[in-house]
């Protein structure tokens, strides 16, 4: 079972270090200096437009930064489930062929489907609590039903890096528990672990740790410790003070500030961050 595989080498940490993420040059995250363990559970929350969704496309490798540095991840070892899925659920597609993607690293793009991949998909499916859905059309399935055949899919990837973007949204609470308990064993077999959410209660009671986002940081560290009234107040006071139509501007490395300071006494917002040390 792919469940019960024994634990893997550990990667590096992941070191986000004075990273500024934005589009046509202005900053939409900026100056964060955050290091995520590996084998992390994470949960990244904030505003509405706090760059949550932002900060998971430079992850996932799909937005180059504007300046600092982004470690640590292998661009063809990361699991990425965006916000919104682009599936045309309308494709003559069964589910077991649209899950078996997920084994694209294994097969390529000139190999042949065995039947042990078809089994591994299959495996996959019963996992999510799919069995018996491996011939079915997308068009077929629930909300729901789907969401849990992209997890099959993320499955298969078996990657290092899952990173996830409001993946319970619009899901039934059954399915929410069910995903929510694959998280967990994905922690466990050492896989560091990102998500976006809202959802504070299910961050409180699922995530060890917590990166609070306001287009900058303001507080990463134990999850009781970020998820507090004053930190709440911090991150909407900065994040209705920021400006959107703002340069870009260098920063300076975490590397060369001094103790003690932010590396970059920076334009954006008239606001200083405040952070939790994990």
Known sequence: MLHDRPKRKLPSPIELDDLTLGYDQHPAVHHLCVSI???SLLALVGPNGAGKSTLIKALAGQLRPLGGRLEGLEPNRIAWLPQHSDLDRSFPITVRDM???????RVGALGRFTRAHHALCD????????????????????????????????ILQDAP???????FAAVDQRTTEDLLTLLHRW?????TVIVALHDLAQVRAHFPLTLLLARTCIAYGPTASVLTAEHWAQAHRLHEAFDE????????????????VHPHPHEHQPLTQSAVSA
Request: overall charge positive.
């Open 37 to 39: 363990a590996p084998a």
């Open 99 to 105: 899950v078996a993607l997920g084994l694209w690293h």
């Open 123 to 154: 495996e996959a499916l019963a996992q999510v609590g799919l069995g018996g859905f491996e011939r079915r059309g997308l068009d077929s399935l629930s909300g729901g039903q789907l969401q849990r055949a992209l997890f099959a899919r993320l």
């Open 161 to 167: 890096v899952v990173l996830l973007d409001e993946p």
């Open 187 to 191: 922690q466990a077999q050492g896989r």
């Open 245 to 260: 139509r703002a340069p870009h501007c260098a920063g300076v490395s975490s590397h060369q500030a001094p103790a003690g």
